[in-house]
């Protein structure tokens, strides 16, 4: 094999892009010098910066923003960062089947959701306006009739079509023409760094995990059951994303996960049990000290692994 052979084709035999785009309105309006009687001149801009007037009251999007923020965990839980284009993921294909069935649950939530914000919208509007007025007033504003104009008009008509749940599953072709070709080598530098990207993110999550493990074992303090059930979550997503054969990722990952099982872990003297720090030092170095050889290793894994047709979803 060789290193041309590092290519999107290559990569994308192991795992397709997640775009996952998610819209809510954002029931705000910009308030102008003229909306609070203050001359607009370009002196005014250049010194006075206004706020934002809201539309509608926060705890109206908690449900709505609820589940935006459980569809965004789901992807980020079974993906990892793709630095080329902004807010896609990418996705390893054992992933990908269930990750779309999590998506459709979402949306199904969402679509359950947006119908129940639309049916009260007209009541939430009626509910806001007074309050606006009342706002508006208090700050001093001498044409309040025509400011509130403005607000009114500022309320969409059609309220559904301001709010979006869609996603994007699709995978990148490397270049087949002869000018393509040509720049094989900067797309390999490319797909080089995606695999690094990918190795050092999942080791870095695991890292971070015991080092707060060790902090706590430092100051001998107890490790609460909820940095334990932490530690698990993480490990569980570790070992199901480790898609490129991080041998010595493994091998730590169990050793961290042999440490969590101790009794004496989550007992108030953890810096008294004998060689609990050290050994949680040594993983942290192994994982410093083979980073380089596990990058390779993912190279090796990656051109190893063939071809296949590149579609589009």
């Not at 807010?87 to 990750?99: D, F, I, M, N």
């Not at 695999?195 to 430092?218: H, P, T, Y």
């Not at 490129?244 to 961290?256: C, K, P, S």
């Amino acid at each position: 094999m060789t290193a041309l052979e590092l290519t999107w084709d290559a990569l994308f035999y192991r795992g397709s892009i997640a775009d996952l785009d998610v819209n809510v309105w954002g029931a705000t309006l910009n308030l102008r010098p003229n909306d609070v009687d203050v001359n607009d001149t370009q002196d005014v801009r250049e010194v006075l910066q206004l706020g934002k007037m809201r539309l509608a009251p926060k705890k109206a999007f908690d449900r709505i923003l609820q589940i935006r923020r459980a569809a965004l965990k789901d992807v980020e839980n079974s993906s990892f960062n793709f630095p080329f284009l902004r807010g896609a993921r990418y996705v390893p294909e054992a992933k990908v089947a269930s990750l779309v069935e999590r998506l459709n649950k979402r949306r199904a939530d969402w679509d359950a959701a947006i119908f129940d914000f639309a049916e009260d919208y007209s009541t939430v509007r009626g509910e806001m306006l007074p309050v606006i007025r009342r706002a508006l007033t208090d700050a001093g504003c001498r044409d309040i009739e025509t400011a509130m104009a403005r607000v009114e008009s500022e309320y969409p008509k059609q309220i559904e079509a301001h709010f979006g749940f869609s996603w994007k599953m699709y995978a990148i072709a490397g270049a087949k023409s002869a000018a393509g070709a040509e720049v094989a080598s900067e797309e390999t530098a490319q797909v080089k760094g995606i695999l690094r990207e990918i190795v050092v993110q999942l080791r870095d999550e695991f890292a971070e995990k015991v080092k707060a493990i060790a902090s706590i074992i430092g100051r001998g303090g107890k490790i609460p059951s909820t940095s334990i059930a932490s530690c698990r979550e993480v490990l569980d997503r570790v070992k199901t994303m480790n898609v490129f054969g991080d041998v010595e990722l493994t091998n730590q990952v169990r050793a961290f996960e042999r440490i969590l099982a101790l009794d004496s872990v989550v007992g108030p003297d953890t810096n008294k049990v004998p060689g609990l720090a050290a050994d949680l030092d040594k993983i942290q170095g192994v994982l410093k000290t083979s980073l380089d050889d596990a990058i390779r290793s993912a190279e090796q894994n990656l051109t190893g692994l063939g071809r296949r047709k590149i579609e589009v979803a």
